[in-house]
């Protein structure tokens, strides 16, 4: 996760170095035909970020904060244009390593980290909406290379600060995992960047990453460097023949942390790291001279500190997880998102009997002063948590395992302990979930499967806001959320309606992974229902289809019958509610299907359609004005 104020001091003493060459039969430099080029291991978070940022620095500066976020379908084309330009230019990609387990010492940084976003968004939140979606055909045009390997310009002004798209991790494997690069990316039970320094000490090469815990590491005569210092150019040299050859070539500035501690005159960077880390020095020259003293505080154990960079991953591995959960995570855990890794890891590990495992959710795109957009798909995480519980408890042999989950709660953000189902519950709820999951696929058949999914969202979203008496979104709210179109201006309601709906389909896709993991874990062969279930949600589309930014959405449905869609999901909404009550007409100009929605929910029939199940909305009935709410603001 890095070390304060170490990149700030060392970086400087990068040596630039051309690493790669696109000149064929070069003399110079080694070429694309040369099978013996240099080998890259790679920090998948810290590359996913880098992209991101480059994407970003290229965006023009008339786009609003929001149009202006990367959107995945972008970030995954960056990511492997990437890829590709590196071989093009004779380098190996080796290994793309991504985070799969959090260490308990990181869990106050993982906190600190979600509470840093938390107050760039507040800060964001104060500021005002602009109209959106000024984007051109221009502005999506196809990636030149350029754009992700030169240095290029530096972040706009006008997007300092600006927020993060949440799923930029998963978004990267989804277009990693489908492609030639499958077969070098793993996810690990544990932190990329120590899997990446085990590699290069025992193998040599070059690592990419940001992350400054690599100057502590032992690389032996492994080198990293940094993403920013990546840069494409072109260099000239004279020839044997005397002919001036001009090449095209990949330079890096290369940090050797063998060299820089030599050049301290210290045996390595662990010490000098511990300085920093301990806030003893703000300068150099200070922690180098309380490095060679050993100069500490009573309140860090240097001994602490120093493990985590010199053991072997393998060594931690078999500390945590016994052999045969081992072997089920080098199997499965390729197909998991980091944060659904680090859930299944904890409920593996060794420590599952006396700790509870923690799940953190990924920081929204949200309205902050309103409560968290993931409280709308609880049951769903309820019920995957459950899951995952039930089916790995009877693999391992121990009878208690809690789950903590880590939200946003006003300004905070708190763990909150779970409460499982039953087996018998998790079995109604997966055959509620598979009935509502079928419905929409038949209702929905003529349109593409995208929308399909993000019509169930916006189902369960409008349930949930009736379920706990709040109001529910407009009719206009539900037509922008599914067509991404804004006028006249873009509001938090749409925002937060958007963060709402990304919450329902990436607890879905959570459901889908821990189905998947569990299936091929457990001792017990699922249910039927379960079976079902997993397989319905092989349909899942990539994050780069289910979540598009509001401007690929509003091209993908430009051809649709958006008012139709609309009666049909409103026919949906009042077959799910209860009762018959007195309709309140609506506008003319309104779907008539809306019309049909009753007022009240009754709690008796709520009994028989939805369950009220631990963890969900429990139904109180309440004499809502549905209609009024439906009517445009």
Known sequence: MGIPGLTTHLKPYAVPTVVGCKTLGCELHRSSNDNSGTNIIIDGPSFAYAI????????????????????????????????????????????????GYLPTLKRRVRIDRLRQSLQKLSKYRTLPQKSAHCKTKSDTAPLHPDVVLKSGPPIPPAFHGALHAPFIVPAF?????????????????????????????????????????????DLGLGTFGYFDSVELRATSHEQLDSNLEVCE?????????????????????????????????????????????????????????AREYITEPSISES??????????????????????????CQVESKASASHAAEAYLLSLVEDPTRSSAWLVSSGQRNFAYSICVLALKSTSGRA????????????????????????????????????KLRTFATTFSNIPSNLIWRLYALFEVYQWHLDSNKTPPTQELLRSALTGKVQPQLTWQTIHLSAQIQAVLYSLRMIHQILIYVASASTEPLTPILNDLAATLEDLPLLAQLMPSPFELASQTAALDIESILEQLANLLQDDAEGADTSVPLDADEPAGWERISKKRKKSNKQKKRLDLPGSANATAKSNNVFEMLMYP
Not at 257 to 285: R, W
């Open 52 to 99: 991101y940022d480059r994407l970003l620095a290229h965006k023009p500066e008339r786009l609003t904060g929001v149009d202006a976020i990367p959107s995945y379908d972008e970030l995954g084309k960056g990511a492997l244009v990437f890829l590709d330009e590196l071989q093009s230019y004779g380098l190996n990609v080796k290994h793309i390593y991504f985070d």
């Open 173 to 217: 494997l989804d277009a990693i995992s489908s492609s030639k690069y499958a077969k070098v990316t793993s996810v690990v039970p544990g932190e990329a960047e120590a899997y990446c320094a085990s590699v290069a000490r025992r193998t040599g090469g070059i690592i990419l990453s940001n992350d400054s815990d690599l100057y502590v590491h």
């Open 249 to 305: 070539v990949i330079e890096l500035g290369l940090n050797s942390p063998q060299d820089v501690a030599k050049s301290f005159e210290l045996c390595n960077l662990l010490e000098l790291a511990y300085q920093f880390t301990i806030g003893y020095s703000q300068t150099l020259p200070g922690a180098i001279k309380s490095a060679k003293k050993r100069q500490a505080v009573n309140h860090i154990s240097f001994d602490d500190f």
């Open 319 to 344: 500390k945590c997880f016994s052999s045969e959960a081992l072997a089920r995570l080098s199997t499965q855990s390729q197909f998991l998102d980091p944060r659904v890794s680090e859930l299944i």
């Open 400 to 435: 208690n395992v809690a789950i903590e989950e880590c939200n946003r709660r006003g300004q905070d953000f708190v763990k909150q302990r779970i409460s499982l189902l039953t087996r018998s519950e998790t079995i109604a709820y997966a055959s509620n979930l598979l009935e």
